[in-house]
Structures are given as structure tokens and as C-alpha cells.
């Protein structure tokens, strides 16, 4: 089955900064990759997504990069704001009737003012 | 987005005992399933909750343990039993395949479960 990895598990940086999250997959079938944001207490909420016949996909201050054939898709944040720290997840899945996703362990921002 | 409920929200229960989740979505929608999240950890798939058949279990997850049904496009029960300690966690319902938004996949607020 599919096995997501997600580093680091932990980020800490300045407000204004950039951050980076990556994560790889084992399922080369795999074509439906979400990027989850959960803040303390409550659900997590779909921030972006990107699928397979994409490289890359933005939106405002996140982007997505796709590399397939390596099996890695990374999140990028740019000039963070104290507000974008959460804990970051990676998903992945094949989509359509098996859309179940298989979640990275999570990556906790803290972003520091 | 859909707009998603869960019931109870939480609940404190005793072991041996069992307890059933209910998830309910304002819209009809093809994709439902199960997460477990424990403290400080990540989402874990349970099951596929199938509208008309037999849920479809993950690994180490299993029918006897958490019977599931989905009598409707927009209502399923996960049903934690002879439950352990073991079994706090949060539950999370979650859905995808509605009003063209394909493989896009929202949560429910989750039920946080106390075995004492």
C-alpha cells in the first residue's frame, strides 16, 4: 500500500521567511496530492492541491511542486505570517472511487514575529 | 464546501462499552470515510464507508471492532466497540466527490472520545 513521508517534522522561522515542507510517496499510482493545514483543536482544512499531470500549482502566498518520477511533492509558503503556524500534512491518494488518502505524520510551523 | 456534522462532539465513555458516531453532510456526496487522529499524531484511514454495501477496512481495522454504515449519499455511523483505553482518540468523518469538486476531500469537526 501507499506510504507517505513527510520532513521536517518540526519548523521554526522568522515572520517574513519562507518555509518548506516536503514529502515522498510509494505508490506510483498515486495521482491526487492534498496539502492539509490544522490548527490547534479544530479540523483539518484543505489549503491547496495538485495532481499528477501538474508540476506545479500556486496560490497567493502557497505553491505546490510535483516531481513524479521522483515521487516527491513539496509545499511552499512564502513571507509567512504568525497566523501560518499550525501543523502542516501531506496526503496522498489515486483519486476517483479510491480517494482515500494516506497522510504524512505532520509537520508543526511555528512562525515567530 | 459541503457543510459537515458530527455527533457527539465528545463524549467520555466506559471501557467495555460502545458508542456511535453519526456524520451528516448538507449535500449528497459519492465519497465517505473514517479517520482515527490520537494526540499529537496524524490522521489514519479506518475505512471507506460504501453507500448500499460493506464498508472497505484498512489494515489492522476491522468490522467487528468498528461496524460502519452508510444507509444514504449523505449520512454514515462509525461504531466504536468493547471499547479499551486504547480506543481514546479523535474521529474524524470526511467526504469528497460533490458539486464537481472531485477528489477534494473536507473533514468534519471530529468526535474527541475519552475511555476511562
Known sequence: GENV????????????????????YSDSASNYFPWYKQELGKRPQLIIDIRSNVGEKKDQRIAVTLNKTAKHFSLHI?????????????????GGSQGNL????????SVKP | SAVISQKPSRDICQRGTSLTIQC?????????????QQPGQSLTLIATANQ?????????????KFPISRPNLTFSTLTVSNMSPEDSSIYLCSVAGFSGRGDEQFFGPGTRLTVL
Open chain 1, 78 to 94: 512564502t513571507e509567512t505570517q504568525p497566523e501560518d503556524s499550525a501543523v502542516y500534512f501531506c496526503a496522498a491518494s489515486r
Open chain 1, 5 to 24: 513521508e513527510q520532513h521536517p517534522s518540526t519548523l521554526s522561522v522568522q515572520e517574513g521567511d519562507s518555509a518548506v515542507i516536503k514529502c515522498t
Open chain 2, 24 to 36: 451528516q453532510v448538507d449535500s449528497q456526496v459519492t465519497m465517505m470515510f473514517w479517520y482515527r
Open chain 2, 52 to 64: 448500499g454495501s460493506e464498508a472497505t477496512y484498512e489494515s489492522g481495522f476491522v468490522i467487528d
Open chain 1, 102 to 109: 494516506i497522510f504524512g505524520k505532520g509537520t508543526k510551523l
